[in-house]
């Protein structure tokens, strides 16, 4: 959980508060109190695959995710507005966890967002219209959202690549549900990614109707992916895929990569990247990009 940003957005927005009703500025940090005791600590996650490094997002390397989803979401794809600043942000990333993945000169390529319980997710809120009026959100701790997905755009004429960075980013958000003992996962998703992750073997099922969702009117769908469906339909059907998304070479070996890639991470440029990509064990090569909605 990112507490700190959290805590800094509800600073900021109790002392306009605080400013308009005169209540003392002495205050604003007992009004948010219950609010930083509720927040929930998560476990971190950093691993080497191949020439990737994936691993909980902080400090700087936040600004690089909000820098890519804006250059998916809304230069691209154009579903959210376009901002001054050039970075994709909103209420959701004071209390999100974001996974990225890294390539080992300190470029980030991939990233997924993931919402906790404690908190909204964007399906109660602004994907609500996706559920009838009956439908129950669960709100337990082993269940979260995934968001914000986004790839690399400069990347998607290198269809291996997208393939590899996409199944790798996968394989960083189920080590993590598996750290933090979540079970379900809430999503909004194109129609197509939906029928991907299933061809990947990620068995997420639909609990809504499509819907041409605006500004892009893109088909999109809610659907929830159970973990223990996922660990039982591949150590049965694909045991080679299973067992590589399972586990992660001894971090020993890769203790001075990690310590070489932060060093460059604190100078990185943006640069164009020309790399070969290779399918991984026991999986299928996945000739497309494509990007969750949300």
Known sequence: ?????????????????????????RNVRSLIKKEEDDMVTTQSLAFCE???????????ELEQSFRLR?????????????????????????WADSVGLFHREGRLVG?????????????ETEFREFLGPDFQIRKQSDTNEITRLALDPSLSHLKGLS??????????????TVENGVRYSYMVVEERFLRALNIMGFPARPISSPIAFPPAGARSIAAMLDWDEFRTENASRRPAFFEWI??????????????????????VEERNLVL???SEPGGRRL????????
């Open 276 to 278: 070969t990509g290779v």
């Open 287 to 294: 000739e497309q990009n494509v990007l969750a909605e949300v």
């Open 246 to 267: 399972s586990n992660i070479a001894d971090n020993s070996m890769y203790t001075g990569a990690l310590a070489e890639w932060r060093d460059r991470l604190n100078g």
């Open 1 to 25: 959980m990112n507490a700190t940003l959290f805590v800094t957005w509800r600073i900021r927005q109790v002392t306009i508060l605080a400013k308009n009703t005169k209540v003392a500025i």
């Open 50 to 60: 191949g020439e990737f490094v994936v691993k909980t997002l902080e400090g700087a």
């Open 70 to 94: 804006h250059r998916v979401y809304a230069e691209n794809l154009k579903w959210v507005p376009y901002s001054s600043d050039q970075c994709d942000t909103d209420i959701y990333d004071s």
């Open 163 to 176: 393939a590899r960075i996409l199944r790798t980013l996968l394989k960083g958000l189920y080590l993590w």
């Open 111 to 123: 990233v997924i967002r993931l919402l906790p319980s404690v908190q909204p997710f964007m399906l």
